[in-house]
Structures are given as structure tokens and as C-alpha cells.
């Protein structure tokens, strides 16, 4: 897994690929197809983006977080963590993408991301 950190973030991406198609219900937002390929997940984290992110990547944990239930599925695995000084929204908006579950990850946006899980290709 490459993780690239820069001094002072306070914002991720974690790069996710999900090697079969998978049905994942997600918390309140209910179950979905999820089609096999690459997703990046924006997330902030304003106390430490080094402790969420090993919070996100630990396999025996509380499913909290909308992106806790992708990764619980056994084909999902992440193969990039990127952290960055941009805001969370700036920079969901900024990744290029197809939007898979409406509301997956922004339940608190404010900019009408839509989503801030996009599948990639």
C-alpha cells in the first residue's frame, strides 16, 4: 500500500479497489451495487489524519463511518492513502468520478458534493 502524508493535512483520500461486484448495505443510506473497480474516498479528519486513517484500515472495529462498510467487504482493499492541506469538498470535487450511492460519506457536506466516494474507471 503507498501512503502519501504531507506535513499539516487535514484531509485524505483513501484509493479503494474492489475487485468483484458486491451488494453492501451501508448504514442508513440502505444497501447498493457497488461495480468492481477503483474508488477514492474523500474524508477529513481536523484531529489527526494518521489516526483515522489507521482507524479506516484496521480490520476489527465498530462500523461507523460510511466508508467502514466498503471496506468490511472481503474484496475491497485499499491501495493508496493520500492526505492533503485542501478541504475535504474541494477536493472530493476536484477528483474526477461516477457517483456510486448518493450521500455515501457526506452526511455533514455543505457544497453539494453529491457523494464524496466516486468510482474511477
Known amino acids: 500500500m503507498q501512503i502519501i502524508v504531507l506535513p499539516g493535512a487535514s484531509t485524505y483520500q483513501l484509493v479503494v479497489e474492489l475487485a ?3 451488494r453492501i448495505a451501508v ?9 468492481a473497480g477503483t474508488y477514492v474516498y474523500t474524508g477529513s479528519a481536523l484531529r489527526g489524519v494518521q489516526a483515522r486513517v489507521r482507524r479506516h484500515l484496521a480490520h476489527d472495529k ?3 463511518w460510511h466508508i467502514d462498510y466498503l ?8 491501495t493508496t492513502v493520500r492526505a492533503s492541506r485542501l478541504a475535504e469538498c474541494v477536493l472530493n470535487q476536484r477528483t474526477r468520478g461516477e457517483i456510486v450511492l448518493a450521500g455515501f460519506g457526506a452526511s455533514d457536506c455543505r457544497a453539494g458534493c453529491g457523494a464524496h466516494l466516486k468510482r474511477i474507471g
Open 71 to 78: 471496506l468490511a467487504c472481503p474484496d475491497a482493499r485499499v
Open 27 to 35: 448504514g442508513r443510506l440502505g444497501a447498493a451495487d457497488f461495480p
Open 62 to 64: 465498530r462500523l461507523h
Open 20 to 22: 468483484r461486484p458486491a
